[in-house]
């Protein structure tokens, strides 16, 4: 069975600064995508960023990247310059296909002015 | 723009009432996905369907139904509604074949007294 571990609950962050959010997953997949997702308070859930296992290159969406070590089975998200909107949940989401997606406990980001 | 509709955002029902929450998308989606959110657990799925009239179970069907009988809805059916499945749940809707991004809706709040 797959599983996703967020082990951070909760995190703050300074305006304009960067941050780490960390999540490790744990399967005998070869080939799988990784998400994450944000959910804003009392709004729905987007994807933030997406990475093929296949690839190795880091992905980047603009402010957003991750570290990706597939050795490792670690996914982290960086998010620089932090943003007031960047306040939310995040869910590291992983799938071995589309149509079986294993999300972790989540982490709530509070960027602070 | 893409849309996935959750029909009542937040219900209050008794125990032991039969509950239905309806989803519908209008992006063609061949996947739709039940997912029960709560505190310090993440998402967890309940069931998905991957085309017409087929369901899958997912990681904690007990207690829960779907039905999908046109390709745009997804309706999620608590038989007897219990106080242990008062939770937020959300409907998404995928592509048959991309690399699994899920379109999520604003979620139901459901509380079972």
């Known amino acids: 069975a797959q599983t996703v571990t967020q082990s951070q609950p909760e995190m703050s962050v300074q305006e304009a600064e960067t941050v780490t959010l960390s999540c490790t997953y744990d399967?005998?997949?070869?080939?799988?995508?990784l998400f994450w997702y944000k959910q804003p308070p009392s709004r729905q859930m987007i994807l933030v960023i997406r990475q093929e296992a296949y690839k190795q290159q880091n992905a980047t969406e603009n402010r957003f990247s991750v570290n990706f070590q597939k050795a490792a089975k670690s996914f982290s998200l960086k998010i620089s310059d932090s943003q007031l909107g960047d306040t939310a949940m995040y869910f590291c989401?992983?799938?071995?296909?589309?149509?079986?997606?294993?999300f972790g406990t989540g982490t709530k980001l509070q960027v602070i002015p | 723009d893409v849309k996935v509709t959750q029909s009542s955002r937040y219900l209050v029902k008794r125990t032991g009432e039969k509950v239905f929450l309806e989803c519908v998308q209008d992006m063609d989606h061949e996947n739709m996905f039940w997912y029960r959110q709560d505190p310090g657990l993440g998402l967890r799925l309940i069931y998905f369907?991957?085309?017409?009239?087929?369901?899958e179970k997912g990681d904690i069907p007990e207690g829960y139904s779907v039905s999908r009988e046109k390709k745009e809805r997804f309706s999620l059916i608590l038989e007897s509604a219990s106080t242990n499945q008062t939770s937020m749940y959300l409907c998404?809707?995928?592509?048959?074949?991309?690399?699994?991004?899920?379109?999520f809706g604003e979620g139901s709040r459901l509380t079972v007294l």
């Open positions: 989401a992983f799938g071995p296909s589309y149509q079986k997606v294993t």
């Open positions: 369907s991957y085309d017409v009239k087929m369901k």
């Open positions: 998404a809707s995928s592509l048959g074949s991309n690399t699994g991004e899920l379109f």
């Open positions: 399967t005998s997949e070869s080939n799988y995508y």
